[in-house]
Structures are given as C-alpha cells and as structure tokens.
Antibody, heavy 118, light 108 residues
C-alpha cells in the first residue's frame, strides 16, 4: 500500500517561492511517477506537473512553465514541487499523487495548503 | 489540450436514487478516462479508470461506460456516503492531465 505524506501548510508573500515535499512509502518509488495537482478554494482540480523518478523526466502544464520545478530524491523516496514568483491566485491546496503509469492517480497525499498573502 | 465538460455541474438526489454524470471530451480519447470522488476537506479518490474498470475497493454500485468523446459515471443506488463532488480526467493525451470542472452531488 502506497502512502504519500506531504509537508505542512505554508504562508508566503507575493513574489516569493514555496517548496512542498511528498514522502512516499510502500511500493517501489522509482517505478512510478508522481504528479502534482492543485485546487484553489472552492475550485476544481488543476494538474501542475509530474516527475518519473527512475528517469528524472519531468513534464509541466504549460501554464506553469518557467515557474515550477518538480524534483525527486530516490534515496529518501521524496518528491518536491517548487513554485516561484508566487501570486495571490496561487493560493490553493497542492496535492501529490501517484501516477500509476497510465495516467490515473491512485494514491494521493493529504494536501498542503499554500496561502499567498502580503 | 483536450477539454472535458461535465454535466450537470450540480445534482440533487435522494438516498436510493440512480444517478448518472456525463463527461464529454473535446476530441476522441478512446477509453482513456478516469473518475474521482472528492469529499470536503479530503483528497480525491480514484473510482474508475479505463472508462469502466472499477478501482480496487470501490463499491460495485459505481460503474462507468463510454468511449470516444462521451462517458458516463453511474451510481446505481445512492448511499449517504456518496454525496460528494465527482471529477473526470482524461488519460489519452498526457501530459498534460486534464480534469472536468466537477459535478457536485447534494442530498435532496
């Protein structure tokens, strides 16, 4: 059983950066991908990006290109998502999720609330 | 990017009702579609993938069908714990992953 545990809530100022972690246990970290999905208050789900740790191949939603960096540390089975040049509209819950390989996200972290406020 | 449109956006129903939610894709995606359930304050939960394959542990009252551009999620007999928001997700042309806008299912 895969478990994903994310880092705690963050409050950031506009223009700064935030880095959220996602610690995986169970399963074999290198054999699947980790996607990041965000959800603004009372809004739907929005895919941010993905990493495949075995190859370190990353893919990003075009909307976030240039502002997001997704990395993974195989030694600690932890994935990271860093978002820079933060704006108030980046306020959201950020989830990591296991991408089973065909795109469906079958295990999710508990979510990390990132609040952007001056 | 492939766009997904769910209908209805809001649905009110009673325990025991049969409900159907539709997801339409802006172009054909074969059977590469998944459905998720999300309850308030919780992460989404995978219900169905490959349009009609039930994820392990999901009750059999949930079913999915469709291919190409039109898909449905059916709950055969609503239970109190089924009142939630449901999202479809396309898996055909990814990345990027795209989601429908969601369907909120409320108690009548």
């Amino acid at each position: 059983q895969v478990q994903l545990v994310q880092s705690g809530a963050e409050v950031k100022k506009p223009g700064s950066s935030v880095k959220v972690s996602c610690k995986a246990s169970g399963g074999t970290f290198s054999t699947y991908s980790i996607s990041w999905v965000r959800q603004a208050p009372a809004q739907g789900l929005e895919w941010v990006g993905r990493i495949t740790p075995i190859s370190n191949i990353v893919n990003y939603a075009q909307k976030f290109q240039g502002r997001v960096t997704v990395t993974a540390d195989k030694s600690t089975t932890t994935a990271y998502m860093e978002l820079s040049s933060l704006r108030p509209e980046d306020t959201a819950i950020y989830y990591c999720a296991r991408d089973h390989g065909s795109g469906q996200l079958d295990f999710w972290g508990q979510g990390t609330l990132v609040t952007i406020s001056s | 990017d492939i766009q997904l449109t769910q209908s209805p956006s809001f649905l009110s129903a009673s325990v025991g009702d049969r409900v159907t939610i539709t997801c339409r894709a802006s172009q054909g995606i074969s059977s590469f579609l998944a459905w998720y359930q999300q309850k308030p304050g919780k992460a989404p939960n995978l219900l169905i993938y490959a349009a009609s394959t039930l994820q392990s542990g999901v009750p059999s009252r949930f079913s999915g069908s469709g291919s190409g551009t039109e898909f449905t999620l059916t709950i055969s007999s609503l239970q109190p714990e089924d009142f939630a928001t449901y999202y479809c997700q396309q898996l055909n042309s990814y990345p990027p992953i795209t989601f429908g806008q969601g369907t909120r299912l409320d108690i009548k």
